[in-house]
C-alpha cells in the first residue's frame, strides 16, 4: 500500500468511530473493542447466517407446492420456455433480465430450478447489504446481512421466480458502485433495471441525474442502450409490426387507472413488519433516524432510498395508480436497504444502552419468523383453492374429447398452463385479451375463473362473464359435471366454433 493513501484511511478510520492505539497498535473502536476481531466475528457469523438459510430454505423448497404469488408461476412459464418461444424473451410481464435469469434453471430442473436461482439471488442481497453497511461505516456490517436474509418475504419469496429480487440485487448492486465511484458499472448496472421491473423506470432517470451531477456525463449513453436492444428485439420478434421505436411503449401492459381500485395511504407502512420481522421494526425506525439526523452523505442515501420506494408505492396504491395492489412484495426492491437501516438501528440502541453481545441477540431476532411459522405455517407453500381447481381443469382438459375438438387454449388463469406444462405464448394457446374473446377464434376452448379473469394490471385482459357471452362464446357441455359443485361452481368452460364445422 502507497504511503500516500495512508493518511486518508487513517482519517476515514477515525470518522467511523475507530481509533488508533499507540501502544499495541490495535485497530479500536470507540468502545474498545478490536476491530480485526470484530471482523473476524462478522465474517464467521456471515457464514452462519448463509448456511442457516440454507439449511431453512432446502426443505422449504422441496416440500412447497405452489407459488406465493400467480406472477411466480407465470414468469416460470415464461423462462421454461424462453427458447423454444422466443416472444417469452422479450415480453413486458416476464422481463428480459429475469427470463434469461431463470430460463436454464427452469429447464434442467423445473420449478426447483427457480427456486434454487431465487435463494442465490437473496444471497447476493444479504451480501450486498453487508457492503453497503460497511462503506457507510457501521462498525457491524454483518447485522445487515443478518436483517437481509431474516426478511420474511425475502425467504418465501426465494421459493418463487419473481421479479422483485433480482431487481433488489441489481439496484443495491449500482448503488454501491456508485457509492465507490465506478462509474461505468454503476451505470450499465442501473440501465438493466428497466428490463427487470417498472420501478426501474424511475431508477433510470435518478442515475442519470446523478451521473450529471457527478460530472460524468460520458456514461449517460450506457443508460439507454439495455432499453433500445430489448425493442428492437420485440420488433424483429414480432414481425416488425409497427415502428421500431415505438414497440416497447406499445406493449405497456399497466393502466394508468388501477382496476384494483385505491387503499389506505399507510398500507405500506402497516405492512413493514412483513418485511424486516416484528422483532426487528423497532430498530428500522432507530436506523432510519441515526441515518437521516444529522443526513450524511452516501450513510443519508442508504436511508433515502428506500423511503422513497415506501413513498412512491403508497402514493400510486392510495391514489389508484398504475395497477398498484398494495401488496408488501413492491417493497421487497429495497431489501438490502431495509436489512442496512435494521443493522444500524440495531447497533445504536446496543451502543446507547451498553447493551452485550448485540450480534448473538440479532441472530435470536432473525429466527423470530421460524418460530412464528411454527404456529402460523406459511413454509412450505400450499396451493389455494382457485390453484387446486386449476389444476382439475387441465387434467379434465389433458383427457377430453374437447381437447381434440379444440386444440387452442384461451384461458385466463395461469395455474391451468402450468399443471399441462405449457407456455402462455405457445402456438397452441391464445392470448387473454379482449380482442381475442370478442373474435372468437375457431378451435379454441376458453376457461375463465372468477379471480384473474374480471381483474387484470392490464385491462384490456380484464373481461366479465357477459361479455364472454355476449361475444358468441358457448359454455362447454362436457364440463358441466367438472364444474357443479364445490369451489369449481363459479367457474366457467366455454368453446368457440370447431375448425370441422
Not at 411466480?72 to 424473451?89: D, E, I, S, W
Not at 454503476?186 to 438493466?192: E, M
Amino acid at each position: 500500500m502507497g504511503v500516500g493513501r495512508v493518511g486518508p484511511m487513517l482519517k476515514a478510520r477515525r470518522e467511523e468511530g475507530i481509533l488508533i492505539s499507540d501502544s499495541s497498535s490495535v485497530l479500536r473502536d470507540s468502545h474498545g473493542q478490536d476491530v480485526r476481531a470484530t471482523g473476524e466475528v462478522g465474517w464467521k457469523t456471515a457464514i452462519l447466517a448463509v448456511g442457516a438459510f440454507i439449511l431453512l430454505w432446502l426443505p422449504a423448497a422441496a416440500l412447497s407446492r405452489g407459488f406465493p404469488e400467480a406472477d411466480g408461476c407465470t414468469h416460470y412459464l415464461f423462462a421454461r420456455f424462453a427458447f423454444q418461444v422466443p416472444a417469452n424473451l422479450v415480453n413486458m410481464w416476464g422481463r428480459p433480465v429475469c427470463t434469461l435469469l431463470y430460463a436454464v434453471p427452469a429447464i434442467v430442473a423445473g420449478r426447483f430450478g427457480v427456486c434454487a436461482a431465487s435463494a442465490l439471488v437473496g444471497i447476493g442481497c444479504g451480501v450486498v447489504s453487508y457492503q453497503l453497511a460497511r462503506d457507510s461505516g457501521d462498525r457491524l456490517p454483518v447485522l445487515a446481512l443478518l436483517f437481509t436474509l431474516a426478511q420474511p418475504i425475502l425467504f418465501i419469496h426465494s421459493l418463487s421466480a419473481m421479479t422483485e429480487l433480482p431487481f433488489a440485487l441489481l439496484l443495491g448492486a449500482a448503488f454501491l458502485a456508485f457509492g465507490r465511484e465506478r462509474w461505468g458499472v454503476a451505470a450499465l448496472l442501473a440501465s438493466l433495471l428497466p428490463l427487470t421491473r417498472p420501478e426501474g423506470f424511475g431508477f433510470l432517470l435518478i442515475a442519470a441525474v446523478a451521473l450529471v451531477w457527478r460530472r460524468r456525463v460520458r456514461w449517460l449513453a450506457i443508460l439507454p442502450a439495455p432499453l433500445l436492444l430489448w425493442d428492437v428485439a420485440g420488433w424483429f420478434i414480432h414481425d416488425r409490426y409497427g415502428p421500431w421505436w415505438h414497440w416497447l411503449a406499445s406493449q405497456w401492459p399497466y393502466a394508468s387507472h388501477s382496476m384494483y381500485g385505491h387503499g389506505n395511504p399507510l398500507t405500506f407502512v402497516a405492512e413493514l413488519p412483513i418485511i424486516v420481522s416484528p422483532l426487528v421494526l423497532p430498530a428500522l425506525f432507530f436506523g432510519i433516524w441515526r441515518s437521516l439526523v444529522p443526513p450524511r452523505g452516501f450513510r443519508a442515501a442508504t436511508a433515502a432510498l428506500p423511503l422513497f420506494v415506501l413513498f412512491v408505492h403508497s402514493l400510486l396504491y392510495s391514489t389508484g395508480r398504475l395497477g398498484s395492489y398494495g401488496e408488501a412484495r413492491y417493497l421487497m426492491v429495497a431489501a438490502p436497504f431495509w436489512g442496512v437501516l435494521a443493522g444500524r438501528g440495531w447497533q445504536w440502541c446496543f451502543d446507547h444502552f451498553q447493551w452485550r453481545q448485540p450480534v448473538r441477540w440479532a441472530a435470536l431476532a432473525a429466527l423470530a419468523p421460524v418460530v412464528i411459522n411454527v404456529f402460523y405455517p406459511v413454509v412450505p407453500l400450499r396451493p389455494p383453492v382457485d390453484w387446486v381447481m386449476s389444476q382439475r381443469v387441465a387434467h379434465w382438459y389433458a383427457a377430453s374429447a374437447a381437447r381434440r375438438e379444440y386444440p387452442h387454449l384461451l384461458c385466463s388463469h395461469i395455474g391451468v398452463f402450468f399443471a399441462l406444462d405449457l407456455s402462455p405464448s405457445d402456438h397452441s394457446a391464445r392470448d387473454w385479451n379482449r380482442q381475442t374473446i370478442f373474435a372468437p377464434p375457431p378451435g379454441t376452448l376458453l376457461i375463465w375463473d372468477p379471480t384473474f379473469g374480471p381483474l387484470n394490471a392490464d385491462e384490456d385482459c380484464a373481461v366479465t362473464l357477459d361479455e364472454i357471452r355476449i361475444a358468441g362464446w358457448e359454455e362447454e357441455a362436457d364440463a358441466v359435471a367438472l364444474l357443479r359443485n364445490g369451489p369449481a361452481s363459479n367457474w366457467h368452460i366455454f368453446h368457440s366454433e370447431s375448425p370441422e364445422r
